[in-house]
């Protein structure tokens, strides 16, 4: 059976913890940052861990 390929585009966006959950970035901090207050500007740098439905669907692309 061949190696399971990993998805690229995936895995540039998505980086993988010690236990295995997997980090993201925010959405929403490109542009039209001038109505937003500062404290939602640079709570949005800040990484996170996906939700548990999603990551299910995270591994299959990040083997």
């Not at 993988?16 to 980090?23: A, D, H, N, P, R």
């Not at 970035?25 to 861990?49: C, D, G, Q, V, Y």
């Amino acid at each position: 059976m061949p190696k399971m390929k990993t998805n690229k585009g995936a895995a540039k966006r998505f980086s993988k913890t010690g236990t295995g959950k997997i980090k993201r970035n925010k959405a929403f901090s490109s542009h039209i940052l001038t109505s937003k207050s500062t404290k939602r500007k640079r709570n949005l740098r800040k990484s996170t861990i996906m939700s548990p439905g999603d990551s299910r669907k995270m591994r299959v692309l990040l083997p």
